[in-house]
């Protein structure tokens, strides 16, 4: 959905028309050229701040309406924080939430932004741009009555020092966004819309930014000896799809970075079918898949300069006469055998085709997979960490620092022999759930046995993508958790090395 909000610059130019905004750090007055904007008003800028209860606290606000002197209709001043504090970038992309906020509360058609502070570099003013844009979206393309703020488009024009260089990180950063805003479109379709098709087709539009795009189908994977993912499709009407993304921005010949996303499309559990309460979230269990997804389209469109692939594992867990069985063995590519005990333990089994074909075929450098895996991490975590599982030290160290850069945070969970031991089976080589103890390690175990040592972090991303509760960068159900993570993750590790 685009969002209706349109984002420009212009040179510092005070006359603006609609709402015009400045920003005030604690216990201190507007400087340079919102300090001239306030002072044309003619009023006392300590007096009406301590009559607001205004204090400059990141988040707080007060307003002067058609204050004299001033060509806008509205003055609104801005609380952002200590000085010298919010310099990391999410904290910029945070700012930018806030303010949007503060504009659709306020019913603003218009705005005009000051930014001339000196903090307010080009990279952190892209990031304020993108927090503008991530905080105004809203998925409502199945109401006929749109909200507010979906009708009334919002023109927001950031006023800087130096636009060109504003201008070109802008662009630059609104790749992510963008493809951030393309993985929570997919998560909120509704699953009779989103099937495995229609999903494999949202990807193939990719082509469009010049990714290649390629699919694997049902008779392709059968061939290939990919019977964990099959099983799990099996029981549906719905044919399954691997969908395979190449965005080859880097040297020609150079082992890609792999990405892997989980895109169960709808998880009924399966004949070990879930509690009817709350399965409606279950349409976003493509999660992974989504980000995955949004990433690609993020490297295209900005056209970073290294080589990715995304690989997508779609398919939907249904119980019907020929779905899979608790009991039923499944030998997986990797020639693995798996004893069912859960059918709704149906990730790890797309997952560990999916992971075993990429490292197979792509020699990657290393693999990332997202997946709205577990239950048990949001146990473990909650709704601000997704859990991050690795077993190679410098990636794992790589993630955590672009989850600070992004805001969008990863917990590290361990992994090891004893964990491993849960998921061994009496019948098979391993079965697919180790229970209820460390529910999400066992899972992320299980995913380990498919990596054959290719550097691998496994996201379980369960309770940090989809109805997580809204944040100051996001209001809607879906997050689309993991395109800037990992957009940010390439740009400061893989680009052009
Ligand atoms: N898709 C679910 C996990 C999930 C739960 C995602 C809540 C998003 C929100 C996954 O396929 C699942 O059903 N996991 C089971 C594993 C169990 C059967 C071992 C779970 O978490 O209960
Ligand atoms: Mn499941
Ligand atoms: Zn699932």
Same mark, same amino acid.
């Given at each position: 959905?685009?969002?209706? !909000?349109?984002?420009?610059?212009?040179?510092?130019?005070?006359?603006?028309?609609?709402?015009?905004?400045?920003?005030?750090?604690?216990?201190?007055?507007?400087?340079?050229?919102?300090?001239?904007?306030?002072?044309?008003?003619?009023?006392? $800028?300590?007096?009406?701040?301590?009559?607001?209860?205004?204090?400059?606290?990141?988040?707080?606000?007060?307003?002067?309406?058609?204050?004299?002197?001033?060509?806008?209709?509205?003055?609104?001043?801005?609380?952002?924080?200590?000085?010298?504090?919010?310099?990391?970038?999410?904290?910029?992309?945070?700012?930018? %939430?806030?303010?949007?906020?503060?504009?659709?509360?306020?019913? #603003?058609?218009?705005?005009?932004?000051?930014?001339?502070?000196?903090?307010?570099?080009?990279?952190?003013?892209?990031?304020?741009?993108?927090?503008?844009?991530?905080?105004?979206?809203?998925?409502?393309?199945?109401?006929?009555?749109?909200?507010?703020?979906?009708?009334?488009?919002?023109?927001?024009?950031?006023?800087?020092?130096?636009?060109?260089?504003?201008?070109?990180?802008?662009?630059?950063?609104? #790749?992510?966004?963008?493809?951030?805003?393309?993985?929570?479109?997919?998560?909120?379709?509704?699953?009779?819309?989103?099937?495995?098709?229609? $999903?494999?087709?949202?990807?193939?539009?990719?082509?469009?930014?010049?990714?290649?795009?390629?699919?694997?189908?049902?008779?392709?994977?059968?061939?290939?000896?990919?019977?964990?993912?099959?099983?799990?499709?099996?029981?549906?009407?719905?044919?399954?799809?691997?969908?395979?993304?190449?965005?080859?921005?880097?040297?020609? %010949?150079?082992?890609?970075?792999? $990405? !892997?996303?989980?895109?169960?499309?709808?998880?009924? /559990?399966?004949?070990?079918?879930?509690?009817?309460?709350?399965?409606?979230?279950?349409? &976003?269990?493509?999660?992974?898949?989504?980000?995955?997804?949004?990433?690609?389209?993020?490297?295209?469109?900005?056209?970073?300069?290294?080589? #990715?692939?995304?690989?997508?594992?779609?398919?939907?867990?249904?119980?019907?006469?020929?779905?899979?069985?608790?009991?039923?063995?499944?030998?997986?590519?990797? /020639?693995?055998?798996?004893? !069912?005990?859960?059918?709704?333990?149906?990730?790890?089994?797309?997952?560990?085709?999916?992971?075993?074909?990429?490292?197979?075929?792509?020699?990657?450098?290393?693999?990332?997979?997202?997946?709205?895996?577990?239950?048990?991490?949001?146990?473990?975590?909650?709704?601000?960490?997704?859990?991050?599982?690795?077993?190679?030290?410098?990636?794992?160290?790589?993630?955590?620092?672009?989850?600070?850069?992004?805001?969008?945070?990863?917990?590290?969970?361990?992994?090891?022999?004893?964990?491993?031991?849960?998921?061994?089976?009496?019948?098979?080589?391993?079965?697919?759930? &180790?229970?209820?103890?460390?529910?999400?390690?066992?899972?992320?175990?299980?995913?380990?046995? $498919?990596?054959?040592?290719?550097?691998?972090?496994?996201?379980?991303?369960?309770?940090?993508?989809?109805?997580?509760?809204?944040?100051?960068?996001?209001?809607?159900?879906?997050? &689309?958790?993991?395109?800037?993570?990992?957009?940010?993750?390439?740009?400061?590790?893989?680009?052009?090395?």
């Amino acid at each position: 959905m685009p969002s209706r !909000i349109e984002i420009k610059t212009a040179a510092l130019n005070p006359e603006a028309t609609g709402t015009l905004v400045i920003y005030a750090s604690e216990g201190a007055e507007p400087i340079g050229a919102a300090a001239a904007v306030w002072q044309s008003t003619g009023l006392d $800028f300590k007096t009406l701040a301590a009559a607001a209860g205004f204090k400059g606290k990141q988040g707080s606000a007060f307003e002067v309406l058609a204050p004299h002197g001033v060509t806008a209709d509205r003055l609104l001043v801005l609380g952002s924080g200590k000085a010298g504090e919010g310099t990391s970038l999410s904290a910029w992309a945070d700012r930018g %939430g806030s303010l949007a906020g503060k504009l659709m509360g306020v019913r #603003a058609g218009n705005a005009a932004v000051i930014l001339d502070e000196e903090a307010a570099t080009p990279d952190r003013v892209a990031e304020l741009a993108a927090g503008l844009k991530l905080r105004h979206y809203r998925f409502d393309a199945y109401k006929a009555k749109k909200e507010d703020n979906g009708d009334a488009a919002l023109s927001v024009t950031l006023h800087v020092a130096d636009r060109p260089a504003v201008d070109a990180a802008i662009a630059d950063r609104d #790749a992510a966004t963008s493809g951030t805003i393309l993985a929570r479109d997919l998560v909120h379709q509704p699953p009779n819309v989103l099937g495995t098709l229609e $999903f494999a087709a949202e990807a193939e539009k990719l082509t469009g930014l010049g990714v290649d795009v390629e699919q694997l189908d049902e008779a392709a994977m059968r061939k290939l000896g990919m019977n964990a993912l099959l099983g799990v499709a099996q029981g549906s009407a719905r044919p399954p799809r691997l969908v395979i993304m190449r965005w080859n921005g880097g040297k020609a %010949g150079e082992a890609p970075l792999a $990405f !892997i996303g989980k895109g169960v499309v709808f998880d009924s /559990g399966g004949i070990s079918i879930k509690p009817g309460l709350g399965m409606e979230d279950m349409k &976003g269990d493509m999660g992974g898949a989504a980000a995955v997804t949004g990433l690609l389209h993020a490297l295209a469109a900005r056209k970073a300069r290294v080589n #990715a692939i995304g690989v997508i594992g779609l398919v939907e867990n249904m119980p019907s006469g020929t779905a899979m069985r608790p009991g039923d063995i499944l030998t997986a590519m990797s /020639g693995t055998t798996i004893e !069912i005990v859960n059918t709704d333990a149906e990730g790890r089994l797309v997952l560990a085709d999916a992971l075993w074909y990429t490292q197979d075929r792509f020699k990657p450098r290393f693999m990332v997979n997202l997946a709205t895996l577990t239950g048990a991490i949001g146990v473990a975590l909650g709704n601000d960490h997704a859990g991050l599982f690795s077993n190679n030290e410098e990636l794992a160290a790589q993630l955590l620092a672009a989850g600070l850069a992004t805001g969008e945070k990863l917990w590290r969970m361990p992994l090891g022999a004893a964990y491993d031991k849960l998921i061994e089976s009496r019948f098979a080589d391993i079965k697919n759930s &180790g229970g209820r103890p460390a529910g999400s390690i066992t899972a992320a175990q299980f995913l380990k046995r $498919f990596v054959n040592d290719v550097p691998w972090a496994h996201l379980d991303i369960a309770a940090v993508a989809l109805a997580s509760p809204t944040s100051e960068t996001n209001q809607s159900w879906a997050s &689309g958790f993991g395109v800037a993570l990992l957009d940010r993750l390439v740009r400061d590790n893989f680009e052009g090395k």
